[in-house]
């Protein structure tokens, strides 16, 4: 009797440590396509920036989150290995989600040399 409640013991634990592990259904964000067309810094990428992520407390002139402010072109391109990641991932903005499209803008730039154009 007691080794069939032993062997209880091991199946019930078994069963909770699995039951409590990450579902393997936790899929990863969308890849990003770029299909090589020329994205403009101006026109594209500043816009999108100076909306979501230059506001107060975030990237503004003066701060210290992440990579810093990203008020211009020379800020936004030292920080491009870092926006790409955060924007790729989904990490950022923090307060609002941008479209795929305009993932698409950023990173599809920066992997293009991120010109200043």
């Not at 069939?4 to 634990?13: D, G, I, N, R």
């Not at 790409?84 to 903005?93: K, N, W």
Request: hydrophobic share 40%.
């Amino acid at each position: 009797m007691k080794k069939f409640h032993l062997v209880l013991l091991v199946l019930a634990s078994v069963f909770f440590i699995l039951s409590c592990s990450k579902s393997s259904s936790n899929t990863a964000p969308p890849a990003i396509a770029c299909d090589g067309t020329v994205r403009s810094f101006i026109t594209d990428v500043n816009p999108i920036i100076q909306t979501f992520c230059n506001q107060a407390n975030c990237h503004t002139n003066g701060s210290v989150n992440g990579p810093g402010p990203l008020t211009n072109y020379t800020q936004i391109f030292n920080a491009r290995s870092v926006i790409r990641g955060a924007v790729a991932s989904g990490l950022m903005p923090q307060n609002a989600t941008l479209t795929m499209a305009q993932k698409t803008a950023i990173v599809c730039w920066i992997e293009s040399g991120a010109p200043n154009n």
